[in-house]
T-cell receptor, first 115, second 108 residues
Framework: KAGVTQTPRYLIKTRGQQVTLSCSPI?????VSWYQQTPGQGLQFLFE???????NKGNFPGRFSGRQFSNSRSEMNVSTLELGDSALYLC??????????????FGPGTRLTVL | GQQVMQIPQYQHVQEGEDFTTYCNSS?????IQWYKQRPGGHPVFLIQ?????EVKKQKRLTFQFGEAKKNSSLHITATQTTDVGTYFC????????FGAGTRLTVKP
């Protein structure tokens, strides 16, 4: 079974721009979660999508948004980029049953650098 | 709320020594998960603990969930260089909260 894939793997943007990251979950997984990982803040939960609906949300500003398509693929968008948005953005998929986040299978991540 | 605190932040050991990382919560946890992230890699699921006092083993790794379900530990016996990485605990409820991680380095 293919793992979680994320595109692009690396991205360089400038302040004020916006960016869209993509995530394809493991086949059969209906839940997709997004995380931001930085050396200072660690691994922080952004949001989770299940069956095309945002089911849970972390404590991030509205510049961070996402969506999920009918095939469970998900995109994450960050608008008006700030230097502090430089991070590794990880996507994780899971079966998503029961309303509780179950075992997360992570993708390789997208390394975003904001200049 | 419901943060999980993880200690130590760093641990450097000689190959063959044991290693333990601890995860603590101020509130009762429904479950605790452990992940390992190799340098330059992404977190990989190791195990989930659900029951009070649960102990699970994976070869040289021993995972424990406290009786009160407020703490957990991961113990590695006789570390090897392949154990290098950052070990995270995480609790899942409506969202996933990760501990800060313990970065393990092993000197050959």
């Amino acid at each position: 079974k293919a793992g979680v894939t994320q595109t692009p793997r690396y991205l360089i943007k400038t302040r004020g721009q916006q960016v869209t990251l993509s995530c394809s979950p493991i086949s059969g997984h209906r839940s997709v979660s997004w995380y931001q990982q930085t050396p200072g803040q660690g691994l922080q939960f952004l949001f989770e999508y299940f069956s095309e609906t945002q089911r849970n949300k972390g404590n991030f500003p509205g510049r961070f948004s996402g969506r999920q398509f009918s095939n469970s693929r998900s995109e994450m968008n960050v608008s008006t980029l700030e230097l502090g948005d430089s991070a590794l953005y990880l996507c994780a998929s899971s079966l998503g049953a029961g309303g509780v986040l179950d075992t997360q299978y992570f993708g390789p991540g997208t390394r975003l650098t904001v200049l | 709320g419901q943060q999980v605190m993880q200690i130590p932040q760093y641990q450097h050991v000689q190959e063959g020594e044991d290693f333990t990382t601890y995860c603590n919560s101020s509130t009762t946890l429904s479950n605790i998960q452990w992940y390992k992230q190799r340098p330059g890699g992404h977190p990989v699921f190791l195990i989930q603990l659900v029951k009070s006092g649960e102990v699970k083993k994976q070869k040289r790794l021993t995972f424990q969930f406290g009786e009160a379900k407020k703490n957990s530990s991961l113990h590695i016996t006789a570390t090897q260089t392949t154990d290098v990485g950052t070990y995270f605990c995480a609790r899942s409820l409506n969202d996933m909260r990760f501990g800060a991680g313990t970065r393990l380095t092993v000197k050959p």
